[in-house]
Every structure is written in structure tokens, then in C-alpha cells.
């Protein structure tokens, strides 16, 4: 039913822009803007199970100021104006969660379940700069349908919902025994067995302004990281305080510029 609700929405919104946007000066427009959510974004969950899977900040496990993570699109089509268009994009997404608890993952009777770590002589050295944690990994492609409004020459607001494909999720342990380092890897080809969904629908919303390429965003993936009532009920959730956005044309065009004044 959310999934209905979310397309049902979407599609109005849709032509509801459309027949905002009319006629005067629109058309359609190409690879105009690429998306980053990178620094200072912040990955977690929420949903009816979210409280036993809070995630730490501890070493900036979950994406904060991680170079490594994060979420970078590029609008490959668009139709509307300069200040109201509708937006199809295409994104790579990488999202990592340490979490506070030290879990481990496993399956019982074909249910995935996460649970607290019994084993007293697994040291995790839960501190910043302590080798153990408990992280789960997961990249994936996906496909955002944008509405995107000017506010004036500097600023922009985007709302939209997007399509999410996960290719690639790992789980990973790391602690000591005495003094010995242990990392316990489940890998992405075993991963496929811990009824995941690997399709998901999210919403999103982001506020920019243009010129200094800095903003914020939110991301919430409705459709459930595990499969209904074959694992918790946890739903993905990102913040972002420093998302960017760039007519990517423009910058094709100062970069054009500067080639010719240097050959001058």
C-alpha cells in the first residue's frame, strides 16, 4: 500500500508540474545537474525495529565526513523552465552503518535476525579510534524523478521519490581475542540469503544554494531493508548538511572558456 500511495503521488505531482510549467519557454533539458550528498551526512535506520539498531557515530562509521560514502546523481533528462522543472536521474549510492550494539547476523529458520553478541571475550574496543566495530555495507544504483523549483538566482528546492537497486551489501565484525584481531565477513554472494530487498522506493528532499554548491537533504527509503516478516522491520534514513548541486553545462562552458583564454 505505500508503495501505491508513493507512485499514486509522484504521478500527481508530476502533472501537476507539468501543467504548472506550460507552455511559455519550456522544453526539454539534457545531463543539466549533478547531485552530491557526501559531507556531513548521516546514516540510520528507523522503522518499527529501528531502537535495537541505533547507529554510532564512533569513528565516523556511518558515513560522517566519509569520503567513501554518500550519494552522487546526475540529471539525464528534464522538462520545464529554468526556475520549475521535472527531472529523471541516474545515481550510485554507498551506505554504511556502524552500529552502537555489537551484533551479530544470522538466520533461524529462514528468518534473518540480528542479535546482541554473547560472547564476553569478543573485545570490540567500542572507541574512536578502537579496531572493533560492527558495520553493515550497502551500495546501490538508482533512478530519481525530481521536481525542481528556483527560489530567486541563488537558492533551490528538489522533492521527488527515487527507485533504488542494491547490488552490493556486505555485513562485517571486527574484534579481539586477547590480542589477537578476528574480522568475520559475510560477503556480498552470501548476503542473498538473508532475505533482503534488494528493489526499494524511497523519498527525498533538498534544499540548495547554487552558488556556494552547499545545502542540506533527507532521504527515506519507504520499502523495508529486510523482506516483510523475514527479518526486522528497519527502513534506511540519510541526512545530509552538506549536499551540492551543479548545472553540469555550465560548468562545461567555464571549463571551455578557461581552455581558450589559456591557448590565447
Known amino acids: 500500500m505505500k508503495i501505491s500511495r508513493l507512485v499514486t503521488t509522484l504521478a500527481l505531482v508530476f502533472l501537476i508540474s507539468i501543467t504548472a510549467i506550460g507552455q511559455d519557454k519550456a522544453g526539454f533539458q539534457y545531463f543539466k545537474y ?23 557515530v564512533k569513528g565516523f562509521g556511518s558515513g560522517l ?3 567513501l560514502t554518500g550519494r552522487v546523481s546526475m540529471d539525464i533528462i528534464g522538462y520545464g523552465t529554468e526556475n520549475l522543472n521535472v527531472s529523471l536521474g541516474l545515481g550510485y549510492s554507498i551506505s554504511k552503518f556502524r552500529l552502537s550494539q555489537n551484533l551479530l547476523l544470522s538466520l533461524e529458520n529462514g528468518i534473518t535476525t540480528l542479535t546482541p553478541d554473547p560472547d564476553e571475550s569478543h573485545d570490540y574496543q567500542n572507541t574512536f579510534f578502537g579496531y572493533g566495530k560492527t558495520k553493515l555495507v550497502n551500495s546501490s544504483l538508482y533512478v530519481p524523478l525530481n521536481v525542481n523549483i528556483s527560489l530567486g538566482d541563488k537558492m533551490m528546492l528538489c522533492m521527488g521519490g527515487f527507485v533504488d537497486y542494491s547490488f552490493y551489501t556486505k555485513f562485517k565484525s571486527k574484534y579481539k581475542v586477547g590480542d589477537e584481531k578476528v574480522k568475520d565477513l ?25 552558488e556556494a554548491r552547499v545545502g542540506v537533504s533527507a532521504t527515506y527509503y519507504i520499502t523495508p531493508f529486510f523482506q516483510e516478516g523475514l527479518g526486522p522491520e528497519i527502513q534506511e534514513m540519510r541526512i545530509c548538511f552538506a549536499a551540492g548541486i551543479g548545472d553540469i553545462r555550465k560548468e562545461i562552458s567555464k571549463e571551455k572558456e578557461k581552455a581558450l583564454e589559456r591557448t590565447r
Open 34 to 56: 549533478g547531485r552530491q550528498e557526501q559531507s556531513l551526512g548521516y546514516n540510520f535506520f528507523m522503522g518499527a525495529d529501528a531502537a535495537d539498531f541505533q547507529t554510532s
Open 65 to 67: 565526513t566519509d569520503i
Open 186 to 210: 559475510i560477503r556480498p554472494s552470501e548476503m542473498s540469503e538473508y532475505n533482503l530487498n534488494n528493489i526499494k522506493y524511497g523519498v527525498n528532499a533538498s534544499f540548495y544554494f547554487t
